[in-house]
């Protein structure tokens, strides 16, 4: 009888976030708010094995949960984006309007840098031979100017099909405005590929711009096998562990879905994992009544960054969502370097520099550290396994920020002699100490992180000195204080279990889905019967994934928004519409919200210019998941193993040498802890370091608050 009760309460949440070196797992009792993390290596080229083996290790054997009492699991995965990058897709078809089978190479022909001779541009995920086209047009009304010519997509299809495509895209001129056209391809094909996965446009991205459109249709069949090969597989294995709740996995907008939703949509999950962070930044910072968010999220391959924006959310999300994202770009930080992409995504910056990241010289024979990264295998010099090139990682450790007995809490050695010879290397080439060099490794990649949190942030018109930066990721707490000072920013937040944040936000997403259709008109020519007719029709289909995710109608939130713009202007600002039938009265409004945006954005209106709306989105969301407000570990509940001493010495500066520097426990903190540093903080998966001029304390919410 007990057993029986036992089975029929569930009260665990599990969270799964995998990332180029370490796959994270944190698991929330929702009923006490206790945690308990992993944190292992990620193996490739089959990542799930690990994840498997991980949540065997973490529910029954270390920490004696019981699988059966999981009640929610969640997924983040850089599956999609790695795939993009590596171009390790499908074979993929594609099937476009007549005269545009070259849209994809010819891209907008603007030069993303006008001064560079030897621009480098991605190679569409579709060779030239598989990008076919046939006779079809619709205007951009979307009525009908020359039939579809069925014939011609069958002779499409019997060429792919002796080609050995793997996915199909389809995407036709103005098809957002008039799908009739791609539904009759799509059906046709599945005639031919019945066992294949299809794209078609009118479904991934209904919005204009035909080579967005199309770079993200095929962008979404490129990756759909692999995907959906992989989240079954996941599933299966889950499901085999004896984990009986539902699987549900991250979205780039900060949501999450159903397996079978992500599996069919799989480029919405292009930012799955990096949202966790900036989720468990914003729990952080609301809980100790802060508004104003840098969400640094610093692991072993990259680091990304979001800043919060006040009304940028429009309801409940502090975080700026975009419609239009790029992968796989030519140079990293170059913005149009890249493959576009029609998908809701946080507002993120992606910035070159994880524990990882490799220092290196370049052509001009100057010091630089990243965009490489040693990844998990062979990883950084330090891990001991055959890596012999000077990461970041390794100059933390040379510098004594890192204790070689207690990372990943003793379970995972690092050597130090293995890193002082890869950085010995690279300081012979330079004719350079060695601490010095160390230390100038560490100094240029918080100075890189720096410069490109303040050009993200001035470009939004942001005065980031007065935010909290909240540091989560292995590396993030170790270099956040020093990040901070290059910004001018006086306060930083570590959140327990930082080392595993992105995993830990995972468990605060909502099931959510965004919806858009562009339908471009003046405002004062608005069909609303039209209008109506689009809303209706997306709020059942929003209302249908969040059914198939377990939501209940009466749970479901919606949100409806709109992109405007002046008539002329290439870029729209989003506002929010009313819920309900749209009637005259609602245009009024409309107006008024687009007055009041564009005022905040740009401090001026355009009197006598009409105002045009060209994208009209919805956002259905599920309840918001309820976390326990005492979620940090039970102090003293971890053993510290090989870190007896109470202090070892650190290289703050190197021209001041080695600094005695005590070290803590963080599970043995005394609440109302403080002290002015250098002090360093170690956990099972992270270490917070806070360098002179810097004052570290235990706030009550088991957040380390420091300040300067």
Partial sequence: MKEAFHKAVPSLALAIDIGGTFTDIVCADLSSGSLKVGKVLTTFPDPAKGVLEAIVHLLEKEDGFDVET???????????TNALIERKGARTGLLTTQGFRDALEIRREGRYDIYDLFLELPEPLVERRLRLDVPERLNVRGESLLRLDEDA?????????????????ISFLHSYANPVNERR?????????????????????????EYERTSTTVANAYVQPLARRYLEELERGVQAAGIEAPLHIMLSNGGSCSVETAAEFPVRLVESGPSGGALAAEFWCRRLGREDVFAFDMGGTTAKAILSERGAGKGSRSFPIINESEVA???????????PLLVPVLDMLEIGAGGGSIAHLNEMGLPVVGPESAGAFPGPACYGQGGDKPTVTDADLLLGHLNAHYFLGGSMPLHLELARQAVAKLAKTMQMP???LAWGICRLVDENMANAARVHAAERGLDIRGY????????????ACRVAERLGIGTVLIPPAAGVGSAFGLLLAPISFDFAISYVARLKTLDLNHLNQIYDDMESQGLAVMRDAGVREAEVRVQRFADMR?????????????????????LTRLRSAFDKEYRRIFGRLCDGVAIEAVHWRLTVSGPKPEMKTGVGRKRGSERRRGSEASSRQVIFDPDAGPASTPVYNRYELPLEFRMRGPVIVEEKEATTVAPPGWTLALDPTECLVLTR
Avoid: N, W
């Fill in 434 to 436: 060695l601490e010095r």
């Fill in 468 to 479: 909290t930066l909240v540091a989560t990721g292995g590396a993030g707490p170790v270099h």
């Fill in 153 to 169: 997509v069958r002779k499409a299809c019997e060429h792919l099909c002796r080609e050995g495509v793997e996915a199909i895209a």
């Fill in 566 to 586: 002046y008539v002329g202007q290439g870029h729209e600002i989003r506002v929010a519409v009313p819920l309900g039938p749209l009637a005259s009265d609602s």
């Fill in 70 to 80: 999981v009640a929610r699991a969640i997924h983040g995965t850089t599956l999609v």
């Fill in 329 to 339: 770009r030519a140079y990293r930080f170059k913005r149009g370097s890249g493959l």
């Fill in 185 to 209: 391809a799509e059906a046709i094909a599945r005639e031919k590929f019945p066992h294949t996965p299809i794209s078609v446009s009118h479904r991934v991205a209904p919005e204009m711009r």
